[in-house]
């Protein structure tokens, strides 16, 4: 009996700390959901990987009390959700992070995400990211690499 | 003329009443982005102030009803525009629209023969159906956002129409518009085509003694997302040139829309729309306040 559940253990992936562990899938880069940018044009206009960390740490301050979106946080693990969102960000954003998290598609199923919860989460963003003091025009480049993803995080 | 303006305000009012009332059960407004409703062009439609853009109006998404109001003055250099509509957009699919535009020909009315101040009159009651693709969010695909839409105009000078050769008082225009926003960009493009016999948006009747069949007319915006709150953008419009007693070109406007807050949106514009009525080049401001959910 013990030796089952030591397999079993042993089969899950590495949970990293403070975080709760998910089921199993395949790592890779292509579940960012977009190609990053060339360059260190955008990492520079986003402060690198610490303008990053600090628009991430802001933007999920503010999605998990936003009235309009806060329910569908409560039942997530907002530390996974503020690694990975990093991670992703910043492999757009060619800072040379490796995105670890599962596809758009699958790490938002079933929360019946709705048109307008996109909205306001790319309202937080914006926020985040004036904040960070990052001009206007770099904001709009990387919310166009972002915008399609709405695609597979709505569900009808 | 009053009880008509007064007419206009109560549907607009109406309008309003109506989608903020409209709470179905899983029905929610707001989610749209700042700007992205567009502003209220001349004949009512969701779009620039010269053209009609495939977009819808409102803040709402696919889950709700969103609606605005405007009231828009346009002075010319011999005539005024004005005009107040409300409009609503249903589930970001639907928009339908009513606007009541007043032509007030001042000084130059009494050169026309017509007396000082007389005013051309009209309502146009018009419907916008979105039919393919998200002008915002699709922004790996080249495809726009597109629309058809018709707009049913009603001038209320059938006499003088006729009489400087207009063939009908009542009209109706059908378009497609395809808007596109490149955010990569930060650029917002419109290009629609305009089956229409309108002279002078209709204010001069339909058809002419020159012209009178439908021939597609061109409108296009070209506008910057500045800022988060400003678009500044250049349109041009072509219009028919159906009547022998006067010519009628193109216009052009030079617009800047400010969201002053989430719902309100100022737009001002440098507009040359062109000889109207024998009166060479009529430019001048565009303001227009549109009031939005």
């Known amino acids: ?156 | 003329m009053r009880t008509v303006k007064t007419y206009a305000v109560t549907i607009a009012i109406a309008l309003l009443a109506a989608a903020s009332s409209a709470h179905a059960d899983e029905m929610r407004s707001g989610g749209k982005l700042v700007l992205t409703g567009g502003v209220t062009s001349v004949e009512g439609a969701a779009g620039g102030g010269l053209a009609t853009w495939a977009v819808i109006t409102g803040n709402e998404t696919d889950a709700g009803i969103g609606a605005s109001v405007n009231i828009t003055d346009v002075p010319l250099t011999d005539f005024n525009l004005t005009a107040i509509g409300g409009k609503i957009g249903w589930r970001d699919r639907v928009e339908v629209s009513f606007q009541h535009i007043t032509f007030d020909t001042r000084k130059a009315g009494a050169a026309l023969g017509l007396g000082r101040n007389f005013r051309f009159d009209q309502n146009v009651i018009g419907a916008k159906v979105r039919i393919i693709g998200d002008a915002v969010y699709d922004q790996d695909r080249i495809l726009p956002q597109i629309a058809i839409g018709v707009q049913y105009k009603l001038a209320n000078q059938g006499a003088i129409i006729r009489a400087v050769g207009g063939r009908q008082s009542r009209g109706t225009d059908f378009y497609v518009a395809a808007t596109k926003v490149v955010l990569s960009k930060s650029l917002v493009l419109d290009a629609t085509m305009r089956l229409t016999k309108a002279n002078q948006f209709g204010l001069l009747g339909f058809g002419g003694d020159k012209v009178d069949r439908y021939r597609p007319q061109f409108e296009g915006s070209a506008a910057v997302l500045l800022t988060p709150r400003l678009v500044i953008g250049a349109e041009y419009r072509s219009k028919p040139d159906n009547l022998g007693f006067a010519r009628e070109q193109g216009g052009y406007d030079l617009f800047a829309a400010w969201s002053l807050m989430r719902n309100i949106t100022l737009t001002a514009a440098y507009t040359d729309l062109g000889d109207i009525a024998t009166f060479r080049s009529q430019r001048g401001a565009f303001l227009s306040l549109q009031g939005g959910f």
């Open chain 1, 1 to 156: 009996m013990l030796s089952i559940i030591l397999a079993a253990a042993a089969a899950v992936q590495t949970v990293p700390p403070g975080e709760e562990p998910v089921e199993r899938y395949t790592q890779s880069n292509a579940n960012a959901g977009a190609k990053p940018f060339s360059g260190d044009e955008m990492l520079k206009a986003f402060h690198g990987r610490d303008g990053i960390n600090r628009i991430v740490d802001d933007l999920v301050d503010h999605l998990v009390v936003d009235k309009r979106i806060a329910d569908i946080f409560k039942a997530q693990d907002v530390v996974r959700l503020r690694r990975t969102l990093k991670e992703q960000f910043c492999f757009i954003l060619n800072g040379g992070c490796d995105y670890s998290g599962r596809t758009m598609k699958e790490a938002h199923k079933d929360l019946g995400i709705q048109s307008a919860d996109v909205g306001a989460l790319v309202e937080n963003l914006q926020a985040a990211m004036r904040k960070e003091g990052v001009p206007w025009f770099a904001q709009n480049r990387f919310l166009a690499k972002l915008a399609p993803m709405k695609r597979d995080t709505v569900e009808r």
